[in-house]
């Protein structure tokens, strides 16, 4: 069954894999991104119409809560109703937590904790308004299990999603409001170009060395793409995950056990 889907974070990486799918599923998929990405985010809205179903492209920074509860009613507005919210928006910052800042930190956990945060309220309200239920699924990673050096408050920040996503789960439970997340390894977007380029700073190695030094410890043998996740969400999205909530699983390729 057709479900209408907002996709934050959508216009490139994992984000735009996810809203793809999502409409390859049938799905009509709004997709948001921050107003510096708008071109290429009205362009994944536009390959998503090419597709048959409808998309809207809306800008907004998933930190600031007005923008967060503005985006959710135009979205509902444009599509409908608000069905699924895959909140994928993050950022990543290579750094020793001995260098961290206070500024660094408040600003992780802006986008990446209280951004999921927002995201997940404003969603949840929206749907039990609506009386339907509704499925609520966020970006964790590998490293909400698993923290990787120099990723320290990153890795927090992604604690922060894994713990919240099952405080939200017992609590919707009652609206009919599954919530879960995902939790990738090493998939080959923009942030792993950033992640591999600082750290390949910071140890004095070039410029992908670090990226392969990682891969190394993938036991199916290859960094992952978009895709890879988007067919997780796929699942978490249909009724098939239905007894499914509180959950955030690894699609990591066995990294963690390395
Ligand atoms: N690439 C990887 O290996 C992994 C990524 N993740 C998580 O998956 C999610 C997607 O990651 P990627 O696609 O790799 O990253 P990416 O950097 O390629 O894409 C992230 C998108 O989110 C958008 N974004 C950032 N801040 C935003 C904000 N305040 N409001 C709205 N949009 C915002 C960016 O503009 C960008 O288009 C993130 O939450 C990330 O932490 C988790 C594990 C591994
Ligand atoms: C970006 C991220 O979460 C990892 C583990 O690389």
Known sequence: MSKNVLVTGAARGIGKGIALRLAADGHDV????????????????????????R??????????????????AETADALGSLDVMVANAGIAQVLPLLEVTPEDWDRMMAVNARGIFLCYQAAAKQMIRQGNGGKIIGAASIVAHRPFALLGHYSASKWAVRGLTQAAAMEWARHGITVNAYCPGIVGTAMWDLIDE???ESEGIRKGQAIEKYSNLI????????????????????PDSDYM??????????????
């Open 30 to 53: 709004a997709v948001n991104d921050v107003a510096a990405n708008e071109a290429e985010l009205e362009a994944v809205a536009k390959e998503i119409r090419e597709t048959g179903r």
């Open 55 to 72: 998309s809207a492209a809306i800008t907004a920074d998933v930190s600031d809560p007005a923008s967060v509860t503005a985006m959710v």
């Open 198 to 200: 600082k750290l390949a």
């Open 219 to 238: 036991h199916l043998g290859r960094v992952s793409v978009p895709e890879d996740v988007a067919a997780y969400v796929s699942y978490l999205a249909s």
């Open 245 to 258: 909530t509180g959950q955030s699983v690894m699609i990591d390729g066995g990294i963690q056990f390395s």
